[in-house]
């Protein structure tokens, strides 16, 4: 099947730094991404829909301003979590959707490996 | 308000034995229901989905899943199962892949 790919998997940082996650989608575009959180032994929880060269929709309750995302292009969206603290500390999940000209596999979602924060 | 419930955390199972993992749905309009499965280090996978037509629903590595409305849920079945599907399995419902709203997950453990 198609991959997607996050980077980094591990990220340690300091409490009021920035970090950033990438999303890229290797063998296929994606005009469609999302962006998952995970708490221990809790579901996914989507926080935003991102659509190549257009502003993210966010779900209710999450900040825009904290975790900024970008979809650039067509294989590649990011998510920027801003001035970053303890409490943001999760697993963020990305996946992308195989365009409507992607063959057998047009509108599947295809999930990334996650990526694992901790803020110090 | 829509929701997806896993009543089980864990599962453990012997090889060979039978598997079934249980999931209730509550949903305003006619779901979408999806099971993925997630390893260690992996992303989630897509074993099978329901959209409409068949009630019984084939998936990858043997798996299926019987949509009941009537009870509103999707329970994934396997008959015999094999140490590689030891996994976090997740079941998960929306309308096709948009806004996926997912239960909490079951771990499945299987011993030899």
């Known amino acids: 099947g198609a991959v997607v790919s996050q980077h980094p998997s591990r990220v340690i940082c300091k409490s009021g730094t920035s970090v950033k996650i990438e999303c890229r989608s290797l063998?296929?575009?994606?005009?469609?991404m999302f962006w998952y959180r995970q708490f221990p032994k809790q579901s996914l929880m989507l926080m935003a829909t991102s659509n190549e060269g257009s502003k993210a929709t966010y779900e209710q309750g999450v900040e825009k301003d904290k975790f900024l995302i970008n979809h650039a292009s067509l294989t590649l969206s990011t998510l920027t979590v801003t001035s970053a603290h303890p409490e943001d500390s999760s697993f963020y999940i990305c996946?992308?959707?195989?365009?409507?000209?992607?063959?057998?596999?047009?509108?599947?979602?295809?999930f990334g490996e996650g990526s694992r924060l901790t803020v110090l | 308000a829509q929701s997806v419930t896993q009543p089980d955390i864990h599962i453990t199972v012997s090889e060979g034995a039978s598997l079934e993992l249980r999931c209730n749905y509550s949903y305003g309009a006619t779901p979408y229901l999806f099971w993925y499965v997630q390893s260690p280090g992996q992303g989630l996978q897509l074993l099978l989905k329901?959209?409409?037509?068949?009630?019984l629903v084939q998936g990858i590595k043997g798996f299926e899943a019987e949509f009941k409305r009537s009870q509103s849920s999707f329970n994934l079945r396997k008959p015999s199962v094999h140490w590689s599907d030891a996994a976090e399995y997740f079941c998960?419902?929306?309308?096709?892949?948009?806004?996926?709203?997912f239960g909490t997950g079951t771990r499945l453990q299987v011993f030899p």
């Open positions: 996946s992308a959707r195989v365009g409507l000209a992607g063959g057998p596999s047009a509108g599947e979602l295809f």
């Open positions: 063998d296929f575009q994606a005009t469609t």
């Open positions: 998960a419902v929306g309308h096709n892949t948009d806004k996926l709203i």
């Open positions: 329901y959209f409409s037509g068949d009630t």
